[in-house]
């Protein structure tokens, strides 16, 4: 049996997210229905994690194994013939038969970026947030770090069909900052792990912030919600600005 690893771009908007869905279009069916053609029976298909309906992925990470022995340049070749032409395997590699690509990830980075010009080009609508309205950058970038560092972000979470379970909402965040490039405000974060929609509310509360409806305060006090009980709920930011960046792994 081989382990195969793969890398995967995708524009997201066709897409009904990463995680199968019965009679909707979704990256992992695609691959499993392919993947599982050239072996001949079901293959499935693991995720470093779920993106939503519309999210990108300039790398997401992906693996399944395979009991054929096609050599791995015709391997991706022959997945990439048969994919959507908005979904690309960028590389693969033979890794150990126990790698999982979200259990076994370190980090993960998501860019989202915001256009703040008036006019957006028709070529850049599918990928960022038009946003040309008033707003203090200088706000939302000074707020930006305060989600740095380890925190309960029940508040900034949506709600999810594992919430019965009562897993755990805390997430360490590495590194949270905004920077303005040409007439994009682009927002990283790069973290252990999030939780669904945690960095589309992140934005919109940073958004909120900027436009002067949320304060420092506010946005601390976001952080020390509990989990049980009523909390103010961020506002979510479109799925069309963000993208899954890079996936990190232990050497």
């Not at 391997?75 to 960028?90: E, G, Q, S, Y």
């Not at 703040?116 to 599918?126: D, G, K, N």
């Not at 994009?184 to 436009?211: Q, W």
Request: aromatic letters at 8%.
């Amino acid at each position: 049996m081989r382990r195969i690893k793969i890398i995967i771009a995708y524009d997201g908007t066709d897409f009904h997210g990463w995680q199968t869905q019965p009679g909707l279009p979704t990256i992992q069916g695609s691959l499993e229905d392919i993947v599982s053609g050239i072996e001949g029976e079901p293959v499935h298909v693991a995720g470093s994690g779920r993106t939503d309906a519309g999210v990108h992925a300039l790398a997401q990470v992906a693996a399944f194994t395979l009991r054929n022995p096609i050599p791995l340049y015709n391997l991706r070749k022959a997945i990439n013939r048969l994919l959507p032409p908005t979904v690309r395997i960028l590389s693969l590699e033979e890794t150990h038969p126990d790698f999982h690509p979200r259990y076994d990830a370190i980090a993960k980075t998501y860019e989202y970026r915001i256009h703040r010009a008036e006019t957006l080009s028709p070529f850049e609508w599918r990928y960022t947030h038009h946003f040309p309205y008033p707003l203090n950058e200088q706000v939302f970038t000074a707020l930006a770090p305060l989600l740095e560092g380890a925190h309960d972000f029940s508040a900034f979470a949506a709600s999810d069909d594992s919430d019965h379970e009562a897993k755990s909402m805390v997430r360490t965040i590495f590194s949270s900052q905004a920077r303005r490039t040409g007439d994009s405000l682009v927002y990283e974060v790069r973290g252990s792990g999030f939780l669904k929609h945690m960095v589309r509310n992140i934005v919109g509360v940073l958004l909120e912030a900027g436009k002067g409806n949320l304060c420092e305060a506010d946005v601390r006090a976001l952080l020390l919600v509990p989990r049980h009980g009523p909390r103010p709920r961020a506002a979510t930011a479109p799925s069309r600005g963000l993208f899954l960046v890079s996936v990190e792994y232990a050497a």
